[in-house]
């Protein structure tokens, strides 16, 4: 009898969902495709923002707001000895091995392909510098989306409100609902917009289950 209610209570849910939301909009890193938990390479980069007295959050803001390569964004604001070049090249090298590591999430075919097969619109917002974007090539996702928009391309990253005001203006009156692992820049923050947001894990339990 309770395995029939959860049940009912679940292809409700489903059916709510989806009449009621006309675009879903996706996060990419920890909703799609997993983590990388090692953060050596981040910490590769903070020690060498540091021997040069720079901002590393400044410097992480740039990667992911301009269509750059780290080593010319750093270029951009001191000089490099030839030494301190092959480091940041080392260091990109080591970071495109890492992307090649990132596997997509179980269930994400399985959720794309339920919402297109229901005509829904797919749109992605990323926050990320340009060498990640080869995820979203590596599994051939960008076929599921009506609207892709990466923070590097677009000078503004999540939480900022400007982002969300990009993909709203691409379909305006619609019914939207983001989903996404952090809760401020994927649930809380799109309320400022006007934008419902859910934990990816909620979705799929909803949608999937």
């Not at 301009?66 to 080392?90: F, G, H, Q």
């Not at 076929?143 to 305006?172: G, R, T």
């Amino acid at each position: 009898m309770e395995g029939d209610r959860a049940n009912r209570f679940l292809a409700y849910i489903f059916s709510y969902m989806i009449d009621k939301y006309d675009v879903f909009w996706f996060d990419l890193f920890g909703t799609l495709v997993g983590r990388k938990k090692n953060k050596e390479n981040y910490d590769r980069i903070i020690s060498f923002c540091r021997s040069k007295n720079l901002d590393y959050k400044n410097i992480f803001y740039l990667w992911k707001t301009e269509n750059k390569k780290l080593s010319e964004l750093i270029s951009d604001l001191v000089e490099l000895n030839n030494n301190e070049k092959t480091i940041l090249k080392n260091i990109e090298e080591s970071l495109l091995e890492e992307i090649s590591e990132i596997n997509l999430k179980p269930y994400t075919k399985e959720l794309l392909d339920l919402l297109q097969e229901n005509w829904k619109k797919l749109f992605l917002i990323s926050n990320l510098g340009r060498p990640y974007e080869k995820v979203l090539e590596k599994y051939n996702l960008g076929d599921y989306f009506d609207l892709v928009i990466f923070s590097y391309e677009v000078w503004f990253i999540k939480p900022q409100k400007e982002i969300y005001e990009l993909a709203i203006n691409k379909y305006k009156n619609k019914k939207v609902i983001f989903s996404g692992d952090t809760y401020k820049a994927d649930i809380l923050w799109p309320k400022l917009v006007w934008i419902e947001g859910i934990d990816i894990k909620d979705l799929v339990s909803y949608l999937l289950k």
